[in-house]
C-alpha cells in the first residue's frame, strides 16, 4: 500500500527526520492562507500516488499566497498519470545547495534490506542507476544487527557527504531504517534528501510502500488507505480478493494459485510468449470473481489472448467453467481465450465448455503453446 507524501512526512516527524513546516490543503483558498502562515514562500505539491510528479507540473514554488491560490486550483483540476488530484502539501520553501537520494527496500536475490544512496538525488533512482551506476551506493544490511555505524561512515564517504553533516545523516538513516522496519515497510524513500543553503540536511520528499501483509497489525496505517487515489486495478483486485499485477506483455493470464500463476507466466516466457499480467483468482471463483479477473485482464489494451490455467482441486472445474461462460456474457471479451482445466469434475468443464467459443487445452504446455500462436497469428 502506497501512501501520500504528507502521510510519509507525518511519520518521518515522528521518528525525527527534519522535514520542512508545512500542511496539506484541499481548497485553493485554504492553500493561499497556508502559505501566508508559512512566510509567503511555498512549494505547493499534489499528493497523488504516483512518481514524477515534478515532471508532470505538479510541484510549484510559489513567492506569494495569491500565486499560491492561482497554482492550487490549477494543481487541483489536473490528472497526473490518470489520477485526480484532491489535496496538495503546501510546504516552506527551502533553498537547496545538495540534492541526495536516500532508500531502503528488500533485496530480494540477496534476500536482505539494502540501503541505496546517491550523491545525484532528486530525479529517478533507475534513471541514475542506468546513467550513471558508479554513482549509487549499495549497503544490505543484517535483518538482526541493524545498521551499523560503521556501514553508514562508509555510506557518508560514498556520497561524497561534508563531515560536518555525518552525524546528521547517521540519525536520518537510523530513523529511516526504523520507520522500514516499525512500518513493516517495502519502500522507505526520501528523494530528495537535501542539503540547505544553510547546511542542514532535511527530507524535502517523502515516499513510504508497505507490505499489505503486515497491514494487519497496524490499524493506525491500514487507516491511511486512500481508496479515491489508488489505481483502478489495485482496488479492483482487492475488493474481488484476486491478487493482480500488471505486466508488459499481451498474453493476459487467470489461475488459480499463486504458484501455479508463477509456473504459468515461466512456460508462456519459455514458450516465447510474454505475460500480460500475474493474477491469482484464489479459491474458489464465483462467477462475479471471474468476471472480476477477466474486467482487470481486458483493460490492458497490450492483451490479444488469455490463458486460463485452473487446478481443480477444492476449486471446481464445472464450477470455474460455468463462471467463464457468465463472465464472458457479461464483459464479451474481443480476444481469443485458451483454458486448461484439469482437476475435479474436469470433465463436466469440458462439456459446459463445448458449444462456447473457447479454445480447449489439455495441458498446461499445449494452452500456453495455443496462446502464443495466437497473439503471433494477431501480429501477422
Ligand atoms: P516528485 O517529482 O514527485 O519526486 O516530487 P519531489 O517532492 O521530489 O519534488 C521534485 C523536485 O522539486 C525536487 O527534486 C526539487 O528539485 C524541487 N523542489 C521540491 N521542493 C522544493 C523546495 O522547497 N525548494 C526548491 N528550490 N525546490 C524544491
Ligand atoms: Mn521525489
Given at each position: 500500500m502506497k501512501l501520500h507524501e504528507y502521510q510519509s512526512k507525518n511519520i518521518f516527524a515522528k521518528y525525527n527526520i527534519p522535514i520542512p513546516r508545512g500542511r496539506i490543503a484541499a481548497s485553493a483558498s485554504e492553500a493561499r492562507q497556508?502559505?501566508?502562515?508559512?512566510?509567503?514562500?511555498?512549494?505547493?505539491?499534489?499528493?497523488?500516488?504516483?512518481?514524477?510528479?515534478?515532471?508532470?507540473?505538479?510541484?510549484?514554488?510559489?513567492?506569494?499566497?495569491?500565486?499560491?491560490?492561482?497554482?492550487?486550483?490549477?494543481?487541483?483540476?489536473?490528472?497526473?498519470?490518470?489520477?485526480?488530484?484532491?489535496?496538495?502539501?503546501?510546504?516552506?520553501?527551502?533553498?537547496?545547495?545538495?540534492?541526495?537520494?536516500?532508500?531502503?527496500?528488500?533485496?530480494?536475490a540477496k534476500q536482505r534490506p539494502v540501503l541505496i544512496a546517491s550523491s545525484s538525488g532528486g530525479v529517478d533512482i533507475e534513471e541514475i542507476a542506468v546513467s550513471s551506476p558508479n554513482q549509487i551506493a549499495k549497503l544490505h544490511i543484517d535483518p538482526l544487527l541493524g545498521m551499523r555505524d560503521y556501514q553508514i561512515r562508509d555510506i557518508a564517504l560514498n556520497i561524497n557527504l561534508p563531515r560536518k553533516l555525518w552525524r546528521p545523516f547517521g540519525e536520518i538513516i537510523y530513523a529511516l531504517w526504523k520507520i522500514y522496519v516499525d512500518c513493516d515497510a517495502q519502500l522507505a524513500e526520501i528523494n530528495p534528501l537535501v542539503i540547505t543553503t544553510d547546511n542542514r540536511l532535511v527530507a524535502l520528499d517523502a515516499k513510504n510502500v508497505l507490505d499489505e501483509n503486515g497491514l494487519f497489525r497496524h490499524a493506525d496505517l491500514a487507516d491511511l488507505r486512500d481508496i479515491d487515489g489508488e489505481e483502478w486495478a489495485e482496488t479492483q483486485g482487492r475488493k474481488f480478493g484476486v491478487s493482480f499485477v500488471k505486466l508488459d506483455g499481451q498474453i493476459g493470464c487467470m489461475v488459480n494459485g499463486a504458484g501455479l500463476a508463477m509456473a504459468t507466466m515461466d512456460i508462456i516466457k519459455h514458450l516465447g510468449g510474454e505475460p500480460a499480467n500475474f493474477l491469482d483468482i484464489g479459491g474458489g471463483a464465483s462467477s462475479e470473481k471471474v468476471a472480476a479477473a477477466m474486467r482487470l485482464i481486458l483493460a490492458d489494451p497490450n492483451v490479444k489472448a488469455i490463458l486460463i490455467n485452473v487446478f481443480g482441486g477444492i476449486t471446481r472445474?464445472?464450477?470455474?467453467?460455468?463462471?467463464?461462460?457468465?463472465?464472458?456474457?457479461?464483459?464479451?471479451?474481443?480476444?481469443?481465450?485458451?483454458?486448461?482445466?484439469?482437476?475435479?469434475?474436469?470433465?463436466?468443464?469440458?462439456?459446459?465448455?463445448?458449444?462456447?467459443?473457447?479454445?480447449?487445452?489439455?495441458?498446461?504446455?499445449?494452452?500456453a503453446q495455443k496462446a502464443v500462436e495466437l497473439v503471433r497469428e494477431y501480429r501477422s
Open positions: 497556508l502559505c501566508e502562515e508559512l512566510g509567503g514562500k511555498v512549494v505547493v505539491k499534489a499528493q497523488v500516488l504516483v512518481g514524477g510528479r515534478g515532471k508532470a507540473g505538479g510541484i510549484r514554488l510559489v513567492k506569494s499566497p495569491e500565486e499560491a491560490e492561482e497554482v492550487t486550483t490549477q494543481i487541483l483540476s489536473m490528472r497526473i498519470k490518470d489520477l485526480p488530484v484532491r489535496k496538495v502539501l503546501v510546504d516552506e520553501a527551502i533553498s537547496i545547495s545538495k540534492e541526495i537520494y536516500l532508500g531502503i527496500t528488500n533485496d530480494r472445474c464445472d464450477e470455474v467453467a460455468r463462471g467463464l461462460i457468465a463472465a464472458c456474457d457479461e464483459v464479451k471479451p474481443n480476444v481469443p481465450i485458451v483454458a486448461r482445466l484439469v482437476g475435479t469434475n474436469e470433465e463436466i468443464a469440458k462439456q459446459i465448455l463445448e458449444g462456447s467459443a473457447m479454445v480447449y487445452a489439455d495441458s498446461l504446455v499445449e494452452g
